[in-house]
């Protein structure tokens, strides 16, 4: 099996405050999770390593809002109040990329997977064997 070809994504908030780019496949796999605050944000999750993460404007312009365990780290444009990534509880050394918040250029497919945030220790370990 052979590695698919990396592209450099770019992307931001809705007000343009905030832009970032990463590394990832053209082919894009996102999670829908039905947590109760990514249900409410119709939130699609790219998990991408922290090296392949590069903030380009706007670190000033980030709120940080925590909640449940405090582990993830929300971050929204205290702007127009878009989560276009954040620190996730599940890779807290990577980052969650909302995929609705990417430049569509780049990218050639998106595949949809469902996570059930509702039960998330019970999802959790099961998520990270079929993604491995």
Not at 10 to 19: E, F, L, N, S
Not at 122 to 129: F, L, R
Request: net charge neutral; glycine share 6%; proline share 3%.
């Amino acid at each position: 099996m052979t590695n698919p070809a990396l592209v450099t994504h770019t992307g931001g908030c809705h007000c343009g405050a905030v832009r970032f780019e990463i590394t990832a496949p053209a082919e894009l796999k996102v999670d829908e999770c039905n947590c109760s605050i990514c249900s409410k944000t119709s939130y699609l999750h790219l998990i991408v390593n922290k090296t392949d993460f590069k903030l380009i404007s706007g670190e000033a312009e980030l709120k940080s809002y925590r909640f449940n365990t405090g582990t993830a780290e929300h971050l929204f444009c205290r702007h127009c109040g878009i989560k276009s990534f954040y620190v996730p509880r599940s890779h807290p050394e990577g980052y969650s990329v909302s995929a609705r918040c990417l430049d569509a250029a780049t990218i050639s497919k998106l595949t949809i997977r469902q996570f059930d945030g509702q039960n998330w220790e019970a999802s959790v370990d099961d998520y990270h064997n079929k993604t491995q």
